[in-house]
Protein backbone atom coordinates (compact mmCIF):
# COMPACT_ATOMS: atom_id res chain seq x y z
CA UNK A 1 0.00 0.00 0.00
CA UNK A 2 1.30 3.73 -1.05
CA UNK A 3 1.48 5.83 2.02
CA UNK A 4 1.28 9.73 0.37
CA UNK A 5 1.73 12.32 3.15
CA UNK A 6 -0.60 15.03 3.58
CA UNK A 7 0.15 18.56 2.93
CA UNK A 8 -0.81 21.54 5.27
CA UNK A 9 -0.35 25.18 4.66
CA UNK A 10 -0.66 27.60 6.85
CA UNK A 11 -0.07 30.97 8.11
CA UNK A 12 -2.98 32.46 9.68
CA UNK A 13 -4.34 31.91 13.12
CA UNK A 14 -7.91 31.17 11.34
CA UNK A 15 -8.78 27.99 10.36
CA UNK A 16 -8.48 23.96 11.42
CA UNK A 17 -4.29 24.44 11.66
CA UNK A 18 -4.39 28.19 12.50
CA UNK A 19 -2.50 26.83 16.02
CA UNK A 20 0.14 26.30 13.88
CA UNK A 21 0.99 30.26 12.92
CA UNK A 22 3.19 32.42 15.21
CA UNK A 23 -0.20 34.63 15.32
CA UNK A 24 -1.90 31.99 17.22
CA UNK A 25 -2.78 33.32 20.83
CA UNK A 26 -0.10 30.91 22.55
CA UNK A 27 1.30 33.19 25.18
CA UNK A 28 4.88 32.33 26.00
CA UNK A 29 7.26 33.13 28.91
CA UNK A 30 10.62 33.92 28.11
CA UNK A 31 13.88 35.04 30.09
CA UNK A 32 15.55 38.07 28.49
CA UNK A 33 18.96 39.62 29.48
CA UNK A 34 18.20 38.09 32.90
CA UNK A 35 14.31 38.88 32.90
CA UNK A 36 11.22 36.67 32.85
CA UNK A 37 8.80 38.46 29.96
CA UNK A 38 5.58 37.72 29.22
CA UNK A 39 4.93 37.76 25.17
CA UNK A 40 0.92 37.26 24.02
CA UNK A 41 2.19 35.30 20.68
CA UNK A 42 5.39 34.07 18.87
CA UNK A 43 5.09 36.66 17.02
CA UNK A 44 5.34 39.02 19.55
CA UNK A 45 8.71 37.79 20.98
CA UNK A 46 10.05 37.97 17.62
CA UNK A 47 9.18 41.51 16.64
CA UNK A 48 10.19 42.85 20.63
CA UNK A 49 13.47 41.11 19.93
CA UNK A 50 14.69 43.20 17.17
CA UNK A 51 15.25 45.51 20.34
CA UNK A 52 17.11 45.10 23.27
CA UNK A 53 15.34 44.77 26.44
CA UNK A 54 16.05 48.15 28.07
CA UNK A 55 14.71 49.72 25.19
CA UNK A 56 11.13 51.24 25.81
CA UNK A 57 10.40 50.18 22.10
CA UNK A 58 11.10 46.15 23.42
CA UNK A 59 7.78 46.75 26.14
CA UNK A 60 5.78 48.98 22.93
CA UNK A 61 5.98 45.76 21.09
CA UNK A 62 5.02 43.28 23.69
CA UNK A 63 2.27 45.62 24.60
CA UNK A 64 0.08 45.77 21.26
CA UNK A 65 -2.51 43.48 21.46
CA UNK A 66 -2.55 42.21 17.67
CA UNK A 67 0.37 40.23 16.57
CA UNK A 68 0.64 41.88 13.13
CA UNK A 69 0.35 45.49 14.70
CA UNK A 70 3.58 44.68 16.36
CA UNK A 71 4.85 43.95 12.98
CA UNK A 72 4.09 47.03 11.74
CA UNK A 73 5.25 48.82 13.76
CA UNK A 74 8.83 47.40 13.96
CA UNK A 75 8.64 48.83 10.09
CA UNK A 76 7.91 52.13 11.33
CA UNK A 77 11.80 54.35 10.64
CA UNK A 78 12.41 55.59 13.92
CA UNK A 79 11.79 51.52 15.24
CA UNK A 80 13.82 50.38 12.13
CA UNK A 81 17.07 52.28 12.86
CA UNK A 82 16.86 51.32 16.57
CA UNK A 83 16.90 47.79 15.60
CA UNK A 84 19.28 45.20 17.18
CA UNK A 85 22.49 44.87 14.96
CA UNK A 86 22.79 41.31 15.87
CA UNK A 87 18.83 40.74 15.10
CA UNK A 88 19.23 39.66 11.28
CA UNK A 89 22.34 37.08 12.20
CA UNK A 90 20.02 35.81 15.25
CA UNK A 91 16.38 35.70 13.78
CA UNK A 92 15.91 31.79 13.10
CA UNK A 93 17.29 31.14 16.20
CA UNK A 94 15.04 33.55 17.72
CA UNK A 95 12.21 32.35 15.95
CA UNK A 96 13.29 28.32 16.93
CA UNK A 97 13.28 29.58 20.60
CA UNK A 98 9.52 31.52 20.17
CA UNK A 99 8.30 28.39 18.43
CA UNK A 100 9.61 25.76 21.12
CA UNK A 101 8.57 27.88 24.19
CA UNK A 102 5.05 27.97 22.22
CA UNK A 103 4.73 23.93 22.53
CA UNK A 104 6.37 23.44 25.99
CA UNK A 105 3.96 25.63 27.06
CA UNK A 106 1.06 25.07 25.56
CA UNK A 107 0.02 21.73 25.91
CA UNK A 108 -3.33 22.08 24.22
CA UNK A 109 -1.07 23.12 21.05
CA UNK A 110 1.70 20.42 21.19
CA UNK A 111 -1.09 18.13 21.01
CA UNK A 112 -2.51 19.64 17.97
CA UNK A 113 0.92 19.48 16.48
CA UNK A 114 1.34 15.66 17.43
CA UNK A 115 -2.04 14.87 15.90
CA UNK A 116 -0.62 16.23 12.40
CA UNK A 117 1.04 13.19 12.21
CA UNK A 118 3.47 12.67 9.49
CA UNK A 119 2.01 15.76 7.19
CA UNK A 120 4.15 17.72 5.64
CA UNK A 121 4.20 21.13 7.24
CA UNK A 122 4.61 24.10 4.84
CA UNK A 123 3.99 27.77 6.05
CA UNK A 124 2.71 29.41 2.64
CA UNK A 125 -0.33 31.73 1.63
CA UNK A 126 -1.55 34.60 -0.73
CA UNK A 127 -2.37 37.40 1.63
CA UNK A 128 1.43 38.09 3.34
CA UNK A 129 3.79 40.18 1.74
CA UNK A 130 6.86 38.01 1.81
CA UNK A 131 5.27 35.56 4.16
CA UNK A 132 7.57 35.03 6.65
CA UNK A 133 9.92 31.82 6.73
CA UNK A 134 7.61 30.59 4.74
CA UNK A 135 7.88 28.64 1.06
CA UNK A 136 10.02 30.70 -1.25
CA UNK A 137 12.50 33.28 0.17
CA UNK A 138 12.06 31.69 3.92
CA UNK A 139 12.96 28.36 2.15
CA UNK A 140 9.92 27.27 4.20
CA UNK A 141 11.93 27.45 7.69
CA UNK A 142 9.24 27.84 10.17
CA UNK A 143 7.20 24.18 8.31
CA UNK A 144 10.91 22.86 9.39
CA UNK A 145 11.14 23.81 12.52
CA UNK A 146 7.52 22.54 13.67
CA UNK A 147 8.12 19.05 12.22
CA UNK A 148 11.41 18.85 13.89
CA UNK A 149 9.46 20.13 17.08
CA UNK A 150 6.69 17.60 16.84
CA UNK A 151 9.19 14.53 15.96
CA UNK A 152 10.72 15.23 19.20
CA UNK A 153 7.55 15.72 20.89
CA UNK A 154 6.33 11.92 19.38
CA UNK A 155 9.18 10.58 20.72
ZN1 LIG B 1 1.65 34.24 4.92
Same mark, same amino acid.
Given at each position: #??? !? /????? %?????????? @? &????? %????????????? %??????????????? &????????? $??? $?????????? +???? =??????? !????? !??? #???? @???? !??? +???????? =? *??? +????? =?????????? %???? &????????? /? #???? *?????
Amino acid at each position: #MTD !F /LQEIR %FCLPIGKYGF @L &SPYAP %FPIKITVEGKLYD %FPTVEHYYQAMKFYA &SDPRFQTVI $NLK $NPDEARLLTK +NPEY =KINRRKD !FDKNK !FAI #MEQG @LRAK !FAQ +NPEAAELL =K *QTG +NAVLI =KACEVCYKCG %FGEG &SGKNYMGKT /L #MKIR *QELQK
